[in-house]
């Protein structure tokens, strides 16, 4: 757990990043910041692995304040993804995911063979792992640099707009195995975005932040969506909300067992099982939030 | 014979071999008192250099050094020689004082173009700042300290010709000997060798700069170079798949 009390941040030029913030964030779930950019959602980040010190306030993991922990020692303990991947250019694949581990003491040999495993992990082909970073395509660069954050074996995971950076098709591939990763890991992933479809699709807290990292509402997607607390957040999800409500196609007539969903535009945004012409209702949540991911890029498009 | 044909004529002349005054003997002078100046300046230039690289604080020193070049090497030569006597003393300091600053930016420059966010990332990932400078940061920025080393060696070789001015020695012994024994041949033969030098020590650093490229680095560039090549050849398997 990790529980951040009245914490501000000023930084030397006067600029109030973060303004009395106050918040739980769980073990073993998905908690994503997302707020447009500029609101603070990098410096809360980055306060969690110290590589930015509040100003005021405390921060805790599982109890311990983090500012009686040495910085260098934190970050080891805490893994760190970033947009731009932050790959060491000059090292191939293998040593980059192996940097941690073997700064902790594990000898390269054992350090190598475990990244081999974490690229088997992330979905990269082993053959990649002596490429240097510039060899690989931008999406294969973020799969490395989670690959990297991992290698610790953290149970905190920080990730700062890890797919911001990459075209929408690579981004939604990155997004699903996320949504994989996080099964199969179970770690307590801080993600931030500014995209509120993302933070939707990912997170089982969703912290909705104004400027000053003002938090305008918190909540599952599934509260946020159902009940948005003010006008402000209202219109932060709902620009596009009509985009994402689906319907079932009164036109497209149902392909056997499927029915289909169209989304306010009229697009086709996915297929629905409904055997025998009843909705299928089973494992609603994975499910039913990446088709609304779906219809969004449908409507972008 | 022209004077050019006299210059090469001398060079190859066996009597001037040999000796406290052969042309082997003074080219090894030479380049020894090269090699110790440029020794003695990197050990000077590059710390502070990194320092400053690393911190970016203190980058006014490598602007104020840069203006230091402008010194009349000879004058300052002289003025050393007048408090520390004659001998290789006074050119070597003078000469450090010359080298430094090509080889104080180049350390700096080449710490200073590593993205931030490489050592962002490096720090955020737990490095410490000394694992930074050594895993990061020097590995990176060694091909610009190279170049400031090339041109801080090219500088030096030229300059060291005025050693022999206090009794140091060098190839500047038949500059200084020909232009008083009006021995014009001596001097064209003295002038040819330091080009040489300075023409093998430019090969050197170029090949030197090339090595130290670090191969990702390299990958890097031949990636943003061949673009078309690679559209060209994915194109070409198509055709022969
Ligand atoms: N190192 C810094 N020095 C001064 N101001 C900063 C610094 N980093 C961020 N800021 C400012 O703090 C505010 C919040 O920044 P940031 O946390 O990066 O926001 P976000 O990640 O949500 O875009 C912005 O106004 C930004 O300009
Ligand atoms: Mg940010």
Known sequence: MIEFRSVSKQYPDGTRAVDEFSLIIPSRKTTVLVGSSGCGKTTLLRMIN???????GVIEIDGKDISTIEPVHLRRDVGYVMQNSGLLPHR???DNVATVPILKGVPKKQAHEDALALLDTVGLDRSLADRYPAQLSGGQQQRVGVARGLAANPNILLMDEPFGAVDPIVRTDL??????????LDKTVVFVTHDIDEAFLLGDQVIILEKGAHIAQQGSPEEILANPVSEFVANFIGADRGKRRLAVSSIAHPQGDDLVLVDAGGYAA???AAPGGQLATANPTPKSRSISNKTSQA??? | MNIFAEGIAWLFDPAHYGGVDGIDTRIGEHIMISVIVLAIAAVIAIPVGYLIGHTGRGRVIVVVSGGVRALPTLGLMILIALNVGVGLEAPVIAFVVLAVPSILAGAYAGFDA???RTIDAARAVGMTEWQIVTKVEIPLGLPLLMGGLRSASLQVIATATLADYVGAGGLGHFLFLGLQTRDYPQMLAGS???VLLALFSELLFAILERLVVPAGVRAGERADNQEDVRAKSVR???ATG
């Not at chain 1, 110290?50 to 005021?56: A, H, I, Q």
């Not at chain 1, 997004?175 to 199969?184: A, F, H, M, W, Y």
């Open chain 2, 236 to 238: 070409s398997r198509t």
């Open chain 2, 192 to 194: 040819i060798v330091v």
């Open chain 1, 175 to 184: 997004q699903n195995e996320t949504l994989r990763l996080q099964r199969e």
């Open chain 1, 299 to 301: 409507g972008d498009a």
């Open chain 2, 114 to 116: 590593v993205d931030r």
């Open chain 1, 270 to 272: 996915g297929v629905i």
């Open chain 1, 50 to 56: 110290r590589m930015v010190d509040p100003t005021s």
């Open chain 1, 92 to 94: 191939r694949v293998i």
